[in-house]
């Protein structure tokens, strides 16, 4: 066996001209999404517009920082795994609530605070990988993977649902178009090209849309060549108890859609995670969340979006991811390069969307086709895990009256559906053994190990 094919495809250092290829086919498909959160919380809480360019750019070089911890790691922080990072949604709603009666500084103090926490419960929650067998997992991801198909109905329709234009003829065609350029690379080509087929699908979009008027280039030339944002440039933190209380709460549920994703990126790229692979990640996400609260960021977690596209293209370089995080790094210090791809129009990233969301389905319901139905109840585990996971996406208006901390996780769906998922296998398989909690961390280990040719030969499919 040569010294190559001995390597993970998971560990595999690809040629640089891939590294940024690949690299930047990733930034492009996360970059919606890592700077909406300061856009979000900037607006509700008032900012100037200088501001707002402040926390996108600190958003944008944390999340580049966050993901080379993530990907490259050190010690026991990182999950050595292809892990984008970025601001999670789920801490906007607290953070808001506690920017509109505490203050901005309380925000910072509070996300250190639960920084430094998540580091301190890491191995605790690690020990939850023995509740995540075969049933729950594959339920989980095919949740991530419907949970993301409204992001990509609202960036296909023209990313405001209140603006006029939402929903127009041209933004649906462009966003089908860009469908059918990725399927037609995808399918005609094969190795580097083929792999490429969103990205590729990315430029032709945005450049069909710059040549019907649909995207402007202008503002690039309105955009500074440097600029970094200073360690806190908004003041000094300040710390509350129950600003970090909630903000530790909102760490918690999204500890528990860390487990999801690298469980669900785990299952793919054909190494399934060990408790110490969960524990790591945990410490990983603590300490880009402490950073981000020095630096003017936000709580990070893994971000799924990108889940489908390591799925689709069959890339598995964590390197690949780590390249995207470097990537992201200079668009924190040079807003010129954000710019220019902050013009990829929402409709050509709606288009790429919903074949890179379809494909974290398939994922999902690739790992229950290893699950054992007849016979067993799995079945309703599955039925049950996936309709009330999948229930905040479909009707957002049905938990509107609840209100605080508990909204916090009727809001995620994905923490729903784990939660069902987890108890429903706990109840009805205690006795039935069908789908059985993983053993000890040992046997983790050891199941890893042994069930990864099983894994690889079945994500070659994707």
């Not at 074949?355 to 007849?374: H, W």
């Not at 009707?395 to 923490?415: C, E, Q, Y």
Request: proline share 5%; net charge positive; glycine share 12%.
């Amino acid at each position: 066996m040569s010294e190559r094919s001995a390597v993970h495809p998971v560990d595999e250092i690809l040629p640089v001209r891939q590294l940024v290829s690949f690299g930047l086919q990733h930034v492009l498909v996360m970059y919606a999404g890592a700077v909406a959160v300061p856009l979000i919380l900037g607006s509700a809480l008032g900012l100037t517009p200088q501001q707002m360019i402040t926390l996108i750019n600190a958003n944008l070089l944390t999340s580049g920082i966050a993901t080379l911890i993530q990907t490259l790691g050190f010690w026991k922080f990182g999950a050595r795994l292809p892990l984008i990072q970025g601001c999670s949604f789920i801490a906007i709603a607290p953070m808001i609530m506690i920017g509109k009666q505490y203050g901005l500084a309380h925000v910072f103090g509070s996300v250190i605070a639960c920084g430094a926490l998540t580091m301190l419960i890491a191995p605790v929650f690690s020990r939850l990988l023995r509740f995540f067998p075969p049933v729950v997992i594959g339920s989980l991801i095919t949740i991530i993977g419907v949970s993301l198909m409204p992001a990509a109905a609202i960036w296909l329709g023209g990313g405001d649902p209140g603006a006029p234009a939402f929903g127009s003829v041209a933004n649906l065609v462009l966003g089908f178009v860009t469908v059918a350029i990725t399927l037609f690379i995808y399918a005609r080509f094969k190795g580097f090209i083929g792999n490429l087929s969103v990205l590729i699908g990315l430029i032709a979009g945005t450049l069909i849309a710059a040549a019907c008027g649909m995207t402007s280039f202008a503002h690039v030339g309105d955009a500074a060549w440097f600029e970094i944002s200073a360690p806190f440039a908004f003041g000094w933190p300040r710390f509350a108890v129950t600003p970090i209380l909630v903000m530790t709460l909102a760490m918690l549920v999204i500890m528990a859609e860390t487990t999801g994703n690298v469980l669900a990126i785990g299952t793919i790229i054909g190494r399934p995670s060990s408790q110490s692979t969960l524990g790591n990640a945990f410490r990983a996400d603590g300490l880009s969340t402490l950073l981000g609260g020095i630096f003017n960021s936000f709580p990070y977690n893994a971000f799924t979006q990108n889940t489908g596209l390591i799925a689709l293209s069959n890339v598995k370089s964590r390197y690949v991811v780590a390249s995207a995080g470097a990537i992201m790094i200079l668009m924190g210090m040079f807003p010129k390069l954000g710019a220019i791809i902050a013009s990829v129009p929402r409709p050509v990233l709606g288009g790429c969307a919903i074949v890179m969301f379809g494909m974290t389905t398939v994922a999902g319901i690739q790992e229950l086709s290893r699950v054992k139905f007849d016979g067993t109840r799995n079945a309703i585990i599955v039925a049950v895990s996936v309709s009330v996971g999948v229930l905040p996406m479909s009707f957002p208006a049905l938990f509107g009256h609840v209100t605080g901390p508990l909204k916090l996780v009727l809001d995620s769906g994905i923490f729903l559906g784990a939660i069902s998922a987890i108890v429903l296998n706990v109840l009805l398989n205690r006795e039935s053994g069908s789908g059985q909690l993983v053993g000890s961390a040992s046997e983790l280990d050891h199941g890893s190990s042994t069930s990864l040719s099983a894994h690889s030969a079945q994500s070659e499919v994707l």
